[in-house]
């Protein structure tokens, strides 16, 4: 069966700190990788998707980026972290043809201080 | 106006209440239609897809009105368990890829 793994848990950083996120997918192979994040009491916001290594979407743009290494790995990084970059981050991983469901990570519960 | 709407709530109901609740989508081309569970400060979970033709997954009904763009959820016997945010999701074709757009969900709240 196929397993998401998302670290760490939570993280507290001060503004203006580097962030580093990973996500890694097992049990499958090629899978479409996502993050989200969710502000608090808010919906989803897809941030970055990926169809494949290398391969990076960006939907909204800010001081964020993606990478995507290896094929079952997702980092989602910031230079200099921003107090509006606080939220709960999400991984989440998907088969690569058709209109498909996501499954997605535990989350890292983010607060920028 | 939003492409996939959700009556926040909270909606507050008695345990072994029925409740339902309705998600509309303004994209008439949405392929595919879900519903998740979101427990607090968790991850969503997929709860079950929505066919065309409608589907029951013990006290869970998930219908799709294509006509009318919406889709409802039906849950029977409600339990203090089902407490929770709904999210619903529909997907489309953009951009050489199905995306997945979220509902901002529904909170309900079983009470004993």
């Known amino acids: 069966s196929q397993t998401i793994h998302q670290w760490p848990a939570t993280l507290v950083q001060p503004v203006g700190s580097p962030l580093s996120l990973e996500c890694t997918v097992e049990?499958?192979?090629?899978?479409?990788l996502y993050w989200y994040r969710q502000a608090a009491g808010r919906g989803l916001q897809l941030l970055f998707y990926?169809?494949?290594?290398?391969?990076i979407s960006s939907e909204v743009p800010q001081n964020l980026s993606a990478s995507r290494p290896q094929d079952r790995q997702f980092i989602l990084s910031s230079k200099k972290l921003l107090l509006s970059d606080s939220g709960f981050y999400l991984c989440?991983?998907?088969?690569?043809?058709?209109?498909?469901?996501?499954?997605f990570g535990p989350g890292t519960r983010l607060t920028v201080t | 106006r939003k492409e996939v709407e959700q009556d926040p709530g909270p909606f507050n109901v008695p345990e072994g209440a029925t409740v339902a609740f309705n998600c509309t989508y303004s994209?008439?081309?949405?392929?595919?239609f879900f519903w998740y569970r979101q427990d607090c400060r968790k991850e969503p979970k997929l709860l079950m897809s929505?066919?065309?033709?409608?589907n029951e997954d013990g006290r869970f009904t998930a219908q799709l009105n294509r006509a009318s763009q919406y889709i409802s959820l039906l849950i029977r016997d409600s339990k203090l368990s089902d407490s929770a945010t709904y999210l619903c999701v529909v997907t489309l074709f953009m951009d050489s890829n199905y995306q997945l757009i979220w509902g901002a969900g529904t909170k309900l709240i079983i009470k004993p």
């Open positions: 990926s169809v494949g290594i290398g391969q």
């Open positions: 929505v066919y065309s033709s409608g």
């Open positions: 994209n008439s081309a949405s392929q595919s």
């Open positions: 989440a991983w998907s088969v690569q043809s058709g209109a498909h469901e996501q499954y």
């Open positions: 049990g499958t192979s090629n899978p479409n």
